[in-house]
């Protein structure tokens, strides 16, 4: 049973073929104007949660270079760990300090949702334009904001 803890805690290195992101398009607005970029979104929802909210919700900090730990912004994400993310929500941690419990319950039935499509079923879901994939950046290069396939 341990073995389970230690591959929750930590996963195997992800690879570009089995690890995809994704992104609503409201979650891609709050990112321009936050002002973060693939690179840094990627990074972010591949290290470590701040919380596991259940539900295969979880939330992830998104910092910004001289604000600390207070400051940035918070990321809500549907997430199996090691298979997939969609980036659902994000909101400043100036103008809000926690989501409500209700809002909870939707992210939760989203990520229930999101999470239990293939990965063809996703691949289509981004060729409708529903939802935007961040692919894994290539070493130096920063990219701009999720594209269609």
Do not use: C
Request: net charge positive; proline share 3%; glycine share 10%.
């Amino acid at each position: 049973m341990l073995w389970l803890l230690e591959l929750y805690l930590f996963p195997m290195p992800l690879s570009a073929n089995s690890f995809r992101v994704f992104a609503s398009k409201p979650f891609m607005r709050f990112a321009r104007r936050f002002d973060i970029e693939d690179k840094e979104l990627w990074e972010a929802v591949t290290g470590e949660f701040d919380a596991d909210l259940g539900g295969g919700v979880f939330k992830f900090r998104l910092a910004r270079e001289g604000e600390g730990t207070s400051g940035g912004a918070r990321a809500i994400v549907a997430m199996k760990i090691g298979l997939r993310v969609v980036l659902m929500y994000g909101y400043e941690k100036k103008d809000l300090a926690n989501i409500k419990s209700d809002e909870l319950r939707a992210y939760r039935k989203a990520a229930k949702v999101y999470l239990g499509y293939s990965g063809d079923q996703m691949t289509a879901i981004v060729r409708e334009k529903a939802l935007l994939e961040i692919h894994q950046p290539v070493s130096g290069k920063g990219g701009r904001h999720g594209k269609s396939v």
